[in-house]
């Protein structure tokens, strides 16, 4: 078969447009822009922050001693500024927080299970939110500290990581976002289960909301109660895709691998996992 220099031209223009839209499929497939992700609009709870939260104070942690142009060779003058891994602001802007509330948080930052998957991170403690209790904006973690006790806390600000960890540490590539492995699992589309899906497939009543809350409400049961999590998935394929997902593209093979921080025996159904208490000292020991 003889190919003309016209038929070069379509072959080499189909083949562009192939490209153009699968790449735009990727994209538009996407929860949403990673810089509008909003962890709770998907719940119809949208909160305009940028109108709510009159931000001034800060605590910046930089990872090392501040550089300048002076104290570093030429050569490497395009690298002179690194993120900071953490940074804390307030609403309103005069409160003062418990040191211990923020040396919790900064400990669980810092901790080597989380401090790659989940920094830079932005984070905000609003003294005046009371639903949601948490939620990610974009790269911006908001957290109330109105939540009633220790245990919720961590484990609200832990399901809010997970979200952060699935939009921003596991990033779509061109062909490909890492997500989607989990997503597909139990979901056809952001809140459409797949056919013959049921309630013990689902760590919580809440993670059947959408494949995003499935996602943060599977990761955070992965870290406060990972024995369980084995112990369900050895009589559930679903439970047990979704624990196999964690094991292989979040954490290392041994992290939090048979732990158990609850205080007390799980009931086999639980709406919000956040409200199952733990053993906080257990647990900040534990992720030193």
Same mark, same amino acid.
């Given at each position: 078969?003889?190919?003309?220099?016209? #038929?070069?031209?379509?072959?080499?223009?189909?083949?562009?447009?192939?490209?153009?839209?699968?790449?735009?499929?990727?994209?538009?497939?996407?929860?949403?822009?990673?810089?509008?992700?909003?962890?709770?609009?998907?719940?119809?709870?949208?909160?305009?922050?940028?109108?709510?939260?009159?931000?001034?104070?800060?605590?910046?942690?930089?990872?090392?001693?501040?550089?300048? @142009? @002076?104290?570093?060779?030429?050569?490497?003058?395009?690298?002179?500024?690194?993120?900071?891994?953490?940074?804390?602001?307030?609403?309103?802007?005069?409160?003062?927080? #418990?040191?211990?509330?923020?040396? @919790?948080?900064? #400990?669980?930052?810092?901790?080597?299970?989380?401090?790659? /998957?989940?920094?830079?991170?932005?984070?905000?403690?609003?003294?005046?939110?009371?639903?949601? @209790?948490?939620?990610?904006?974009?790269?911006?973690?908001?957290?109330?500290?109105?939540?009633?006790?220790?245990?919720?806390?961590?484990?609200?600000?832990?399901?809010?990581?997970?979200?952060?960890? #699935?939009?921003?540490?596991?990033?779509?590539?061109?062909?490909?976002?890492?997500?989607?492995?989990?997503?597909?699992?139990?979901?056809?589309?952001?809140?459409?289960? /797949?056919?013959?899906?049921?309630?013990?497939?689902?760590?919580?009543?809440?993670?059947?909301?959408?494949?995003?809350?499935?996602?943060?409400?599977?990761?955070?049961?992965?870290?406060?109660?990972?024995?369980?999590?084995?112990?369900?998935?050895?009589?559930?394929?679903?439970?047990?895709?979704?624990?196999?997902?964690?094991?292989?593209?979040?954490?290392?093979?041994?992290?939090?691998?048979?732990?158990?921080?609850?205080?007390?025996?799980?009931?086999?159904?639980?709406?919000?996992?956040?409200?199952?208490?733990?053993?906080?000292? /257990?647990?900040?020991?534990?992720?030193?």
């Amino acid at each position: 078969m003889h190919f003309t220099h016209k #038929d070069s031209l379509k072959f080499s223009f189909y083949t562009l447009l192939f490209f153009l839209l699968f790449f735009g499929y990727n994209i538009a497939s996407g929860p949403y822009f990673e810089t509008t992700f909003d962890s709770a609009s998907i719940m119809n709870q949208e909160v305009l922050v940028s109108q709510t939260l009159p931000v001034t104070q800060v605590i910046s942690e930089p990872s090392s001693l501040p550089i300048t @142009r @002076r104290n570093i060779p030429k050569k490497m003058v395009k690298k002179e500024v690194q993120a900071d891994p953490l940074t804390i602001a307030f609403n309103p802007d005069y409160v003062s927080i #418990d040191n211990v509330v923020l040396n @919790r948080l900064k #400990d669980m930052i810092h901790s080597s299970y989380f401090q790659s /998957k989940v920094t830079p991170l932005n984070l905000v403690l609003d003294t005046e939110r009371q639903e949601p @209790r948490g939620q990610v904006v974009g790269n911006k973690l908001i957290l109330s500290t109105t939540i009633p006790n220790d245990s919720e806390q961590l484990k609200v600000f832990v399901h809010e990581l997970g979200h952060i960890i #699935d939009i921003f540490y596991l990033k779509k590539g061109f062909f490909s976002d890492p997500s989607d492995i989990f997503y597909t699992i139990s979901w056809e589309s952001f809140n459409t289960k /797949k056919k013959g899906q049921k309630i013990a497939d689902f760590v919580s009543g809440y993670a059947l909301s959408n494949k995003y809350e499935d996602f943060a409400e599977s990761f955070a049961f992965y870290v406060f109660h990972n024995e369980e999590f084995i112990i369900r998935a050895k009589t559930d394929s679903i439970l047990q895709q979704k624990y196999n997902f964690f094991t292989s593209y979040v954490f290392e093979k041994d992290a939090f691998i048979g732990t158990s921080f609850e205080v007390s025996p799980l009931k086999s159904y639980n709406w919000d996992t956040t409200k199952i208490q733990i053993d906080t000292k /257990k647990y900040l020991y534990y992720i030193k």
